[in-house]
Structure formats: structure tokens, C-alpha cells
């Protein structure tokens, strides 16, 4: 062989190996188990705002559309299906301007106000404390409600308290039992206030510190009936709140609710379309979640030095994607489509979650029904389960299991303009059910990925479960068209030694590891 033909074959065996290397690998430590993933990190909010309650879940005991006290049987029945955990209520905003004793006694007599923040339109207060605890009771969720720092008092959200958990004689307990309730509410969380550096008070984390130490001295509950009380803090990146709350509050105090939402466009304004959009609002979006990751580790350090025995908890109570207005509707009722890229954006979340999960011990994403990127989408008596409900579902596994540390080797870069994120993303735990799990997403758009996996040093004989992917990056379930996006059966089995997997473009996967 002459030496330009032996330069070339060695140039092509450095190649093939450079190609084999970069092969992406991933590896689960079994061996070595995390913290579990509370089952509150899959948590929803429901609000006041638009159909996210009314008519989305609510419909009345008279409505024609079959209900139970109300509650829409179909949406209640796919909600219990998707194992929901924990139900946050009324708001978000609207809590920053609501009067508990609006919502008791004979509906016919509740006041109706002005719903302010979401549309200006008439609140009948016909779902109030009653009806919210009928709800989580037929889900089997627990509650976390929101108190009023906005426009309330501390008397006003002690009393709340006191109104829910009471079990004596006081006159404000009988009043629950004449109301229809004898058995105290079990409130698991109660909040004081909502986002007060905005909507809620427009304050300073100091200030907000202050008032938090004050009207928490007043929330007394029965020993077996005291919730985590919650402080509301930060925003997108900004620490301070976590910092300042964590460094001043000591009593009635186990957590701080953090809040980001995602924008394809990463601006307030003008944030893209929720379908319709170019796979740079895709890779936009997706890559986003990168700045979650930034801001748990940046509020697990300052917690870890303000806290160091892990008394305190984060609370990521409002995430999800956020898109303008889909065209025709109330600015104020926040609707938008839900497409495959929400359900991988959830997955990507939930990822981020189970890493932190040390100190996250709950979420709730925005919203569940009909509001920002929701579970279920309604209209009179149809319903359609958006991408999001999937990926949610696919992870039900993940409820309370133990996060198994991963890693990617290769895993490779995904680019587009000015914009890139790491293309394939993965997460493990071992079930309750004592099997070992895996969740896996592709974020490039276009192109599938093929992935070694080992657990440990060795191969598993097989993998079974889901994927979810479409041929259009905002395939969506429709009214009328309800079943686009479903999750499709998935497997794979060892050949020779090895196990891999190919991962559609734009999918997520969810299966069980055996062997
Ligand atoms: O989820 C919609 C709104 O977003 C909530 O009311 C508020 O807390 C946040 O700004």
C-alpha cells in the first residue's frame, strides 16, 4: 500500500471513530438514587380567568351538560385519569382581590363583582370555598389555596383559615357546618398573597418579608390540619425575593412560590404564535428551559446558604408556555392552542424538576382548563385532551419516584440562527411500582437521533412504552379533531449487546427499562 493511500485510510478510520464516539450514550445510575419526585411537581392552577373555571370545569347543577354538585363530569373524569395531584385556587391575580366570605352560603345570594384583572367581567362567586373543596375531593387532589394580601387583611386570611380547618365551637366553624360542611377542609397549602412584587402590591421584597412575618403570626390551625404556608416570591431569574424571604422569615413558613413563564420569542412583547409559528419560535421556546435550570440552581444555592438544613421548600407554583392572544378572543381569557412543542415544553420542564428535586417539591403548571397551556380544552359539552394532557399522563410513572442521576454522553447540539439547546434530554426514576422509568425527548425538529442506553455498565434487554410526536411541530387536538396528537406504542430490545433507541424528530418518550 503506497503512503498517500495509507494516509487516507487512516484519515477514514479517524473519522468512523470520530463518528462512532459521537454517538450519543446514555447511562442511568440505578445504583446510586436521589430524592424523590414529590407527586405535587405535576400540580395544577386553576384560576378565575376566563373559561378556566367557569364553563371549562363548572357548569352548574341545573346545566344540561352531565355534571356532579356542578362539576363537569367528562373534564373531572380526564382530570382523575391524569392521577392530578394538587389543585392551586382562586388564583394568581384574582386571589389578590378575593373576599373568601364572597364565596359561602346560598349561591343566589353571593355578591357578583367585577372581575378586574381577567376580561372585567361579572364574577357570581357561584364556585367559592365549598365548591373548590367538592372538587379536589372528587379529583383526590390536595388544595393550596391563595390568600388575599392585595386587597385583604390579616383578619380576613386568618379567619379564612380558621373558617376551613376549625373544629370547636366558634361561631365562624358553625357557620361552615350550616353551610353544609361539618368535617373540616383538609387545606394541605395556603399562600399569602400572589406575585406581590406585581399584580398582588407592586412591593419590595422587604417590604413583603415584613408583612408576611406579621399575618403569618395570626394563621393557626389545629396541629393535625396545619398546611405549609407559603411565601409568594420571585420572578423569570430574579433570586431576590428567594434571598431576602429565605435570609428574614422564620415563623409559619415552609416554602416560596416561584414563578416563569415561557415565550417563544423570550419578550413580554410580542411573545408568537401558539401554531402557526417557524421552527425558530420552536427552537425559541424550547430553549428556554434552559433558563428554568439557571434560576432552581441559583435559588437551591441561595437556599442551601440561608437554609442549610432544608427546611424550605420551593414551590414553582405558575410555569408554562404563554403565547399573544389566539385572534377573536377576550385578550383578558388567555386562550391559546396547545400544539406538540407545549407537550415537549412540559416534558423539558418536568426534566429540569426532577433534577431539583431536593428542594422542588411542588409546581403547578398555568393552567388546567381552557387558560394558557392547558390540560383540556372545552367548548359547551365537548372537550378535546390537549398535547400537554399526554405528556403529563405519560409521566404519571414519575409521581413519587425516585430520581436515578443520568448521563448524556454526545448528546448532540441543536442549532438554529443565532439560537441552540442541547437536542436530546432524558430523566429516570424508579416507580413506586419499583420498575425503572425513562423519559426521553428529541427538541430537534427535523432530525431523529439514535441513543445508546445503558444502566449502569451494562445493556438492558428492553424498553416498552410511548411515544408522542406528529409530522407538523404544532399538530394539536381539536374540538371536532380530537385525537391528532396521541401517544403511540414504543419499544426496543437489545441486539448483540447493545440497546438503542431511535428517537423520532420532535418526540418525547416515556418507557419502562427491563433487565
Ligand atoms: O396565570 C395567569 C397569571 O399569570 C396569574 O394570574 C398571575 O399570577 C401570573 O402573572
Redesign the pocket.
Known amino acids: 500500500m503506497t503512503r498517500r493511500a495509507l494516509a487516507t485510510l487512516a484519515t477514514h478510520l479517524l473519522l468512523a471513530g470520530a463518528a462512532l464516539a459521537a454517538e450519543p450514550t446514555l447511562t442511568i445510575r440505578a445504583d446510586q438514587p436521589g430524592p424523590v419526585i414529590h407527586r405535587n411537581i405535576y400540580g395544577q392552577f386553576a384560576?378565575h380567568?376566563g373559561t378556566g373555571i367557569y364553563e371549562g370545569l363548572w357548569v352548574g347543577p341545573g346545566s344540561k351538560v352531565p355534571n356532579v354538585r356542578g362539576w363537569r363530569k367528562d373534564v373531572v373524569g380526564a382530570l382523575k385519569a391524569l392521577k392530578v395531584p394538587l389543585v392551586r385556587w382562586p388564583?394568581?391575580?384574582?386571589a389578590n382581590e378575593y373576599h373568601w366570605r364572597d364565596g359561602i352560603g346560598p349561591r343566589s345570594k353571593r355578591p357578583v363583582k367585577i372581575n378586574t384583572h381577567w376580561g372585567g367581567v361579572p364574577e357570581n362567586n357561584a364556585v367559592g370555598t365549598h365548591e373548590f373543596f367538592d372538587l379536589v375531593e372528587q379529583l383526590g387532589a390536595e388544595a393550596y389555596v391563595n390568600a388575599n394580601v392585595g386587597t385583604g387583611t390579616p383578619q380576613e386570611a386568618a379567619e379564612w383559615l380558621e373558617y376551613m380547618t376549625g373544629e370547636g365551637e366558634a361561631t365562624i366553624v358553625q357557620q361552615r357546618r350550616m353551610n353544609g360542611r361539618d368535617k373540616p377542609f383538609r387545606v394541605h397549602y395556603y399562600a399569602l398573597g400572589?406575585?406581590t412584587w406585581g399584580?398582588g402590591g407592586n412591593m419590595r421584597p422587604e417590604y413583603y418579608a415584613d408583612l408576611y412575618r406579621h399575618w403569618a403570626t395570626f394563621l393557626k390551625t389545629p396541629a393535625h390540619n396545619r398546611p405549609q404556608f407559603i411565601a409568594s416570591g420571585g420572578n423569570d431569574r430574579d433570586t431576590t425575593w428567594t434571598e431576602v424571604l429565605s435570609k428574614s422569615i422564620r415563623h409559619n413558613f415552609d416554602g416560596i412560590a416561584h414563578?416563569a413563564y415561557t415565550f417563544p420569542s423570550g419578550k413580554w412583547e410580542g411573545k408568537g404564535a401558539a401554531a402557526g409559528f417557524p421552527e425558530a419560535e420552536w427552537i425559541g421556546l424550547l430553549s428556554q428551559v434552559g433558563k428554568i435550570d439557571a434560576v432552581l440552581t441559583q435559588s437551591r444555592a441561595v437556599l442551601d446558604k440561608n437554609d442549610p438544613k432544608k427546611r424550605l421548600a420551593l414551590y414553582f407554583d405558575?410555569w408554562g408556555s404563554w403565547y399573544d392572544p389566539e385572534p377573536g378572543s377576550n385578550p383578558g381569557f388567555?386562550v391559546q392552542r396547545n400544539t406538540l412543542r407545549d407537550a415537549l415544553l412540559a416534558g423539558l420542564h418536568f426534566h429540569v424538576f426532577h433534577a431539583h428535586a431536593e428542594r422542588v417539591k411542588m409546581s403547578n403548571i398555568?393552567?388546567m382548563v381552557n387558560v394558557?397551556q392547558a390540560m383540556i380544552l372545552t367548548s359547551k359539552d365537548q372537550l378535546a385532551l390537549t398535547p400537554t394532557y399526554h405528556a403529563f399522563a405519560l409521566h404519571i410513572p414519575f409521581q413519587d419516584a425516585t430520581a436515578l442521576p443520568v448521563t448524556l454522553e454526545h448528546n448532540p447540539v441543536y442549532q438554529l440562527g443565532g439560537t441552540q439547546m442541547p437536542g436530546l434530554s432524558a430523566s429516570a426514576a424508579r416507580g413506586k411500582d419499583g420498575k425503572l422509568y425513562l423519559s426521553l425527548i428529541n427538541a430537534n425538529a427535523s432530525q431523529s437521533s439514535e441513543l445508546t442506553l445503558r444502566v449502569g455498565a451494562q445493556a438492558p434487554r428492553s424498553v416498552k412504552g410511548h411515544v408522542l410526536t406528529a409530522a407538523a411541530m404544532d399538530a394539536q387536538n381539536e374540538l371536532g379533531q380530537p385525537a391528532q396528537v396521541q401517544p403511540q406504542p414504543f419499544e426496543a430490545q437489545a441486539a448483540e449487546g447493545q440497546l438503542r433507541l431511535r428517537l423520532p424528530a420532535k418526540s418525547l418518550v416515556v418507557v419502562a427499562v427491563e433487565g
Do not use: R
Request: charged fraction near 20%; hydrophobic fraction near 35%.
Open positions: 384560576e380567568l388564583g394568581g391575580c384574582f400572589n406575585e399584580c414563578h405558575e388567555l398555568a393552567q394558557l
